[in-house]
């Protein structure tokens, strides 16, 4: 009998795990079947919750005994409190959300920190692809664009302009894969990553004079 091997770890999901200390409060949203959630637990001792818009992500996650709810990020966060969680997670969602910018908003609202993970288009190959081509690479895959792939396909760069948006900055940035750097080297990581994580925090109000 062929002994059971163990699921290999998304290369995303490791990148971000670096980033979650011992005991944290973590909420995934778009969790999927709840792999990252089960990493989390297992090798940085996280408490986690997840948010699914697929029942059938949500049973999978239930079978395995993961806290997660069904719920639609682009209408459902408002609901959440405060500083109700140390971390919050967006791994591969927030190219497939309809309004990211809203969402980072009510991420950083109900978390200390929010940690995305996304596909980056302006690296190298993408460039030379689209400028000797005339079309787009799915970053990943052999298929087509249209069968997996980011819904909004953006750069390292782009990224970075919807975090100041939100009032983000980027605390820690790292190519999934790579060691983590400062937000100084984004020109770098925009031209040589295919997969990026950013750690994000609320910029430090001013005080008033």
Known sequence: MTPHLPRARRPDHVAIAQFINHGELVLDVGCGDGQLMELLQQERGARTRGLEVEQAGVNRCVSKGLAVVQGNADADLPVYPDAAYDVAILSKTIQELARPKFVLDELSRVARRVIISFRNYG???????????????????????????????????DMAELA????????????????????????????????????LERKARKPDR
């Not at 190959?125 to 953006?154: E, F, M, Q, Y």
Request: charged fraction near 20%; proline fraction near 4%; glycine fraction near 12%.
């Open 164 to 199: 100041a948006e939100a009032g983000l900055q980027i605390v820690a940035a790292t190519a999934v894969g790579g060691k983590p750097v400062t937000g100084k080297s984004l020109g770098r990581l925009n031209w040589t990553a295919e997969e990026l994580v950013f750690v």
């Open 123 to 157: 690296h190298w190959k993408v460039r030379t692809t689209l400028l000797t081509t005339g079309r787009i690479p799915n970053l990943g895959h052999d298929a087509g664009w249209w069968s997996d792939g980011a819904r909004r396909p953006c750069t390292a760069r």
